[in-house]
Nanobody, 121 residues
Framework: QVQLVESGGGLVQAGGSLRISCAAS????????VGWFRQAPGKEREFVST????????YYADSVKGRFTASRDNAMNTGYLQMNDLKPDDTAVYYC??????????????WGQGTQVTVSS
């Protein structure tokens, strides 16, 4: 079992930066792909980024490529999503997930509760 807790969301002006964290319990965190997803009001949950168990491979949605960076510290059982040059369209609840990976939510077994990111124009 892995429990995930996100933190670090908040309100930021357009062009600003935030780093959200995903703290995991359990000794197997390092064996899972970590995915980041987001859901804006009235929209479906969408893929943002994924990072391999070792942290050596990452993949991003086109909408965030070049602005967001996923990383992880397996010794600390924590994943991170650094978000730069934020835009109002980035406003959403952001979720981290752990599992086998992929671009779809169905590839992940464990989910955090989400953290709100609001970008003002």
């Amino acid at each position: 079992q892995v429990q995930l807790v996100e933190s670090g969301g908040g309100l930021v002006q357009a062009g600003g930066s935030l780093r959200i964290s995903c703290a995991a319990s359990g000794r197997t965190f390092g064996s899972y792909v970590v995915g980041w997803f987001r859901q804006a009001p009235g929209k479906e949950r969408e893929f943002v980024s994924t990072i391999s168990p070792s942290g050596g491979n990452t993949y991003y949605a086109d909408s965030v490529k070049g602005r967001f960076t996923a990383s992880r510290d397996n010794a600390m059982n924590t994943g991170y999503l650094q978000m730069n040059d934020l835009k109002p369209d980035d406003t959403a609840v952001y979720y981290c997930a752990a599992g086998g990976g992929g671009l779809h939510a169905s590839g992940y077994v464990y989910w955090g509760q989400g953290t709100q990111v609001t970008v003002s124009s």
